[in-house]
């Protein structure tokens, strides 16, 4: 399916690429003196910016909704990514960035969820050291206020850190999971690492995100290399426990933001209306509270 076949579906009111919802979207202002960017771990500081007027330019009226992720440049100062989220006309909600070893985590938790447009709490775990802390009691203490409050806790692990995932869900199997990017299992990924990222649907409180597709895939658009891994986290999990996101503003050069829908929409054709209108628009909904466009 090409982004020209897409944007064709995205004018008949029968399609579930109607109206999609992004459940993976990153804004920022590069150089901004009232948004400054904060401490964070040592990724590359842009250049360019990623403002919500781009977005919406680059995603060509495709979308009903979209989760604003906290970037790491503001390291925890949120202050852009809920202006951004109040500010904007198509239905959002914000995934705030928790440090779950700080021992202010519960009390900003709670703080930023006395904002109506929280919709999770986002923690990152990368690298090829285990994440212990991740099962620890500073850590649970965070994953009980989740609960309390009825917020997901979202995950960016590499895939060494998705087998702590399990030990998490065990002990809290009242706590919302969503592991972002398939578990950033890429096409060359260790079998194990992959079969503990599947293994996870077995817990039902587990969530995926099929997101960043495009930056993970090692072929070109539309993306078949992915294509095994799509269809595997689809038949373990189903279409209610997945959703889309694009990972914008990080797409590959020269690919178009309706690639990502298209790849996906192509790697799940054996799906039916319903199953799609579950990855690219209601679970997510459901899952971050996001209203429908009326």
Same mark, same amino acid.
């Given at each position: 399916?090409?982004?020209?076949?897409?944007?064709?579906?995205?004018?008949?009111?029968?399609?579930?690429?109607?109206?999609?919802?992004?459940?993976?979207?990153?804004?920022?202002?590069?150089?901004?003196?009232?948004?400054?960017?904060?401490?964070?771990?040592?990724?590359?500081?842009?250049?360019?910016?990623?403002?919500?007027?781009?977005?919406?330019?680059?995603?060509?009226?495709?979308?009903?909704?979209?989760?604003?992720?906290?970037?790491?440049?503001?390291?925890? *100062?949120?202050?852009?990514?809920?202006?951004?989220?109040?500010?904007?006309?198509?239905?959002?909600?914000?995934?705030?960035?928790?440090?779950?070893?700080?021992?202010?985590?519960?009390?900003?938790?709670?703080?930023?969820?006395?904002?109506?447009?929280?919709?999770?709490?986002?923690?990152?775990?990368?690298?090829?050291?285990?994440?212990?802390?991740?099962?620890?009691?500073?850590?649970?203490?965070?994953?009980?206020?989740?609960?309390?409050?009825?917020?997901?806790?979202?995950?960016?692990?590499?895939?060494?850190?998705?087998?702590?995932?399990?030990?998490?869900?065990?002990?809290?199997?009242?706590?919302?999971?969503?592991?972002?990017?398939?578990?950033?299992?890429?096409?060359?990924?260790?079998? *194990?690492?992959?079969?503990?990222?599947?293994?996870?649907?077995?817990?039902?409180?587990?969530?995926?995100?099929?997101?960043?597709?495009?930056?993970?895939?090692?072929?070109?658009?539309?993306?078949?290399?992915?294509?095994?891994?799509?269809?595997?986290?689809?038949?373990?999990?189903?279409?209610?426990?997945?959703?889309?996101?694009?990972?914008?503003?990080?797409?590959?050069?020269?690919?178009?933001?309706?690639?990502?829908?298209?790849?996906?929409?192509?790697?799940?054709?054996?799906?039916?209306?319903?199953?799609?209108?579950?990855?690219?628009?209601?679970?997510?909904?459901?899952?971050?509270?996001?209203?429908?466009?009326?």
């Amino acid at each position: 399916m090409s982004s020209t076949e897409v944007r064709r579906l995205a004018k008949d009111p029968h399609s579930p690429l109607v109206g999609v919802v992004d459940a993976h979207v990153h804004l920022w202002e590069a150089g901004s003196r009232e948004y400054p960017f904060g401490p964070h771990d040592g990724l590359p500081v842009p250049t360019t910016s990623a403002t919500a007027r781009d977005f919406i330019a680059t995603s060509g009226g495709l979308l009903s909704g979209a989760v604003l992720i906290q970037p790491r440049l503001y390291g925890y *100062d949120h202050e852009y990514l809920y202006g951004c989220c109040a500010a904007s006309d198509l239905p959002t909600r914000a995934v705030a960035l928790i440090g779950v070893t700080r021992p202010t985590a519960v009390g900003e938790l709670r703080h930023l969820c006395t904002n109506r447009l929280t919709g999770a709490a986002r923690v990152i775990a990368l690298g090829e050291k285990p994440a212990d802390w991740l099962c620890g009691d500073g850590a649970s203490r965070v994953w009980e206020a989740c609960q309390e409050l009825s917020v997901p806790a979202e995950f960016l692990v590499d895939p060494p850190q998705l087998r702590h995932l399990h030990e998490v869900a065990t002990k809290h199997p009242d706590l919302v999971i969503v592991v972002d990017h398939l578990g950033r299992c890429y096409p060359n990924t260790d079998a *194990d690492h992959e079969s503990s990222l599947l293994g996870l649907s077995r817990y039902p409180n587990v969530y995926v995100k099929l997101s960043a597709i495009g930056a993970m895939s090692g072929a070109e658009f539309p993306y078949v290399d992915m294509w095994p891994l799509i269809r595997s986290a689809n038949r373990y999990f189903g279409s209610q426990r997945l959703m889309w996101g694009s990972d914008w503003p990080h797409l590959r050069s020269g690919h178009s933001y309706s690639d990502g829908p298209a790849a996906l929409a192509e790697a799940l054709e054996s799906s039916n209306d319903h199953e799609l209108n579950d990855i690219f628009k209601t679970t997510a909904r459901r899952l971050y509270g996001l209203p429908t466009t009326t």
